[in-house]
């Protein structure tokens, strides 16, 4: 049975970048799952699928067929034959048309390329779907028009809430699961998360870790601290519940990079702006998985449990505002993708205000986003959005308050607030 491909936020960048512009060669990266070659093959003529042993075997007798075919070339899991990177670069010096080359890898091989591939290849990031490519409600709210700094009114209604949040959480963002029955979900998500410790790290990531249990743990305590940016010495002693001896940084940071090279973190960095416009900011990324559905398969609780309010999280409130922010994350960074923005976080160091999301143009101006699992809004939510409103002037281009609500609209203050399920790119 053959499918209707659903574009994706990231089809507007290739559109313009690939099609368009005629960049030469383009990888797509992102974790195993999240539609990349489903995505890059709507422009391939050619396809070499490097999963496949039988091609991989000929690749490797003969790396340079993989570039003489009809183009565009998709190059699928490059990873599994790391020379092709260089191949594709090579190809692109000695003058290789626009629109000629794309590769889709879900690792970055250990040892890397011997080039960057800087101003050669273009690397791209590929997310599970945000809300809106879930085609779940139509969005009355573009992101793009936030980041303009016009304020224009916002608007809209939804029948979504906090039970179609949660299941949505769970649910996952992966394509591919979204059409099973919760149970075949559950094993799906499970043995994805089995192949990472078993295979992809060794056989994709080129690393060998020494105990999967201990690496288990880790990123079961990596999944607790969602939306939060909890200490290394918290997520060890999370990990390592009742022993004597822990795990050196050195240990840890060995499961950190093996996860981070698969694409399954995907920390939000903390916002530094120039200028020291703002004093004693906090330094520590902010912890994220790829997709919240693998947080909540790791802690062990479906929509229910969720609901319920079960689930220890090492921050807080409840675990389901924590992967509730995790899905707006998810969702606003594919949306920033596409306008070239940038997303951080902001915490002084004290604590004495925090942002959940920061969003940077290219001209260092500001779209500031707060994240609220709650139907309504008052002055107490908005204390550090005004906050920064103080500091930042005429830089700060926008805010909102994006929660589980009804309505979208704008306070009497001039803040928006906007349902998750009516933001849109």
């Given at each position: 049975m053959?499918?209707?491909y659903r574009r994706r936020t990231i089809d507007l960048i290739l559109d313009e970048l690939f099609v368009v512009d005629g960049l030469r060669a383009v990888a797509i990266e992102g974790a195993k799952g999240v539609g990349k070659t489903s995505t890059a093959a709507q422009r391939a003529?050619?396809?070499?699928?490097?999963?496949d042993q039988a091609l991989l075997g000929v690749a490797q007798a003969d790396p340079s067929r993989l570039l003489a075919a009809p183009r565009p070339v998709l190059i699928d899991e490059w990873q599994r034959l790391p020379q092709c990177w260089d191949l594709v670069r090579r190809a692109v010096d000695d003058g290789a048309p626009g629109g000629s080359f794309l590769l889709a890898?879900?690792?970055?091989p250990s040892p890397p390329p011997m080039h960057s591939g800087a101003g050669r290849i273009t690397q791209m990031r590929m997310r599970p779907l945000a809300f809106s490519e879930r085609e779940l409600q139509e969005p009355s709210v573009s992101f793009a028009e936030l980041l303009t700094g016009?304020?224009?009114?916002?608007?809209?209604?939804?029948q979504l809430g906090v039970r179609e949040y949660a299941e949505e959480i769970v649910r996952s963002g992966l394509p591919g699961l979204r059409r099973l029955k919760p149970a075949a979900r559950t094993v799906e998500l499970d043995s994805y998360?089995?192949?990472v410790v078993q295979r992809d790290i060794p056989d994709e990531a080129g690393m060998m870790i020494r105990s999967e249990d201990a690496l288990r743990r880790w990123m079961t305590a990596y999944a607790a601290a969602s939306s939060s940016t909890a200490r290394w010495e918290t997520l060890r002693d999370a990990a390592t519940p009742g022993e004597g001896h822990k795990p050196n940084r050195k240990a840890t940071d060995g499961y950190r990079e093996a996860l981070g090279r698969l694409f399954l973190l995907?920390?939000?960095?903390?916002?530094?702006?120039?200028?020291?416009?703002i004093k004693e900011l906090g330094q520590s990324p902010k912890h994220q998985l790829a997709d919240p559905a693998l947080a909540a398969r790791l802690l062990g609780v479906g929509e229910e449990a969720l609901l319920r309010g079960e689930g220890d999280v090492v921050r807080d409130g409840p675990l389901l505002g924590a992967l509730f922010e995790s899905l707006v994350t998810l969702?606003?960074?594919t949306y920033a993708q596409a306008v070239s923005a940038r997303v951080r976080h902001l915490r002084i160091l004290r604590g004495d205000h925090e942002v959940d999301l920061i969003v940077e143009d290219e001209a260092g101006r500001v779209l500031a986003l707060e994240v609220k699992l709650s139907a309504t809004v008052d002055d107490d939510d908005v204390r550090d959005l005004r906050w920064l409103a103080?500091?930042?002037?005429d830089d700060l281009l926008d805010m909102a308050v994006i929660n589980t609500g009804t309505y979208a609209y704008r306070r009497a203050d001039g803040i928006a607030v906007i349902p998750l399920a009516l933001l849109g790119p």
């Amino acid at each position: 049975m053959t499918t209707t491909y659903r574009r994706r936020t990231i089809d507007l960048i290739l559109d313009e970048l690939f099609v368009v512009d005629g960049l030469r060669a383009v990888a797509i990266e992102g974790a195993k799952g999240v539609g990349k070659t489903s995505t890059a093959a709507q422009r391939a003529r050619t396809i070499h699928r490097l999963d496949d042993q039988a091609l991989l075997g000929v690749a490797q007798a003969d790396p340079s067929r993989l570039l003489a075919a009809p183009r565009p070339v998709l190059i699928d899991e490059w990873q599994r034959l790391p020379q092709c990177w260089d191949l594709v670069r090579r190809a692109v010096d000695d003058g290789a048309p626009g629109g000629s080359f794309l590769l889709a890898g879900s690792a970055q091989p250990s040892p890397p390329p011997m080039h960057s591939g800087a101003g050669r290849i273009t690397q791209m990031r590929m997310r599970p779907l945000a809300f809106s490519e879930r085609e779940l409600q139509e969005p009355s709210v573009s992101f793009a028009e936030l980041l303009t700094g016009t304020r224009t009114p916002v608007d809209g209604q939804t029948q979504l809430g906090v039970r179609e949040y949660a299941e949505e959480i769970v649910r996952s963002g992966l394509p591919g699961l979204r059409r099973l029955k919760p149970a075949a979900r559950t094993v799906e998500l499970d043995s994805y998360l089995t192949r990472v410790v078993q295979r992809d790290i060794p056989d994709e990531a080129g690393m060998m870790i020494r105990s999967e249990d201990a690496l288990r743990r880790w990123m079961t305590a990596y999944a607790a601290a969602s939306s939060s940016t909890a200490r290394w010495e918290t997520l060890r002693d999370a990990a390592t519940p009742g022993e004597g001896h822990k795990p050196n940084r050195k240990a840890t940071d060995g499961y950190r990079e093996a996860l981070g090279r698969l694409f399954l973190l995907d920390e939000v960095p903390a916002w530094l702006p120039s200028g020291n416009r703002i004093k004693e900011l906090g330094q520590s990324p902010k912890h994220q998985l790829a997709d919240p559905a693998l947080a909540a398969r790791l802690l062990g609780v479906g929509e229910e449990a969720l609901l319920r309010g079960e689930g220890d999280v090492v921050r807080d409130g409840p675990l389901l505002g924590a992967l509730f922010e995790s899905l707006v994350t998810l969702s606003v960074r594919t949306y920033a993708q596409a306008v070239s923005a940038r997303v951080r976080h902001l915490r002084i160091l004290r604590g004495d205000h925090e942002v959940d999301l920061i969003v940077e143009d290219e001209a260092g101006r500001v779209l500031a986003l707060e994240v609220k699992l709650s139907a309504t809004v008052d002055d107490d939510d908005v204390r550090d959005l005004r906050w920064l409103a103080g500091r930042l002037g005429d830089d700060l281009l926008d805010m909102a308050v994006i929660n589980t609500g009804t309505y979208a609209y704008r306070r009497a203050d001039g803040i928006a607030v906007i349902p998750l399920a009516l933001l849109g790119p």
